[in-house]
């Protein structure tokens, strides 16, 4: 069973563990018991992942450098998600 609300649905109306199945699907893995830090790698370039108190923060690296970007949990998950796999 799913818990994941609509991908069109405000990350603010995903309750925790919503959120948390969400960055399992994507491929993340949960830094230690109850952290707020995940990691993603997917081919060239890997992502750090940080459920904030008021966004989402991603920090994308790659062998040439990193970027960084906040996502307000008042963004669709649909377009967190398209921004997140997009990578840097």
């Known amino acids: ?5 609509s991908p069109q ?7 925790l563990p919503a959120l948390e199945q969400w960055l399992q699907q994507l491929g993340a893995v949960q830094q230690g018991p109850h952290s707020c ?3 993603l790698e997917l081919g060239s370039w890997r992502a750090e992942l940080e459920l904030e108190v008021e966004e989402l ?5 790659t062998p040439s450098g ?6 307000p ?4 998950r649909a ?3 398209a921004a997140i796999l997009a990578g840097p």
Do not use: C, I, K, T
Request: aromatic share 18%.
């Open 1 to 5: 069973m799913s818990l994941l609300p």
């Open 79 to 81: 377009d967190v998600e």
């Open 73 to 76: 949990y008042g963004f669709s």
């Open 9 to 15: 649905a405000p990350l603010y109306n995903h309750p």
């Open 66 to 71: 990193s970027v960084e970007r906040h996502f």
């Open 37 to 39: 830090l995940w990691q």
């Open 57 to 61: 923060s991603v920090r994308w690296s």
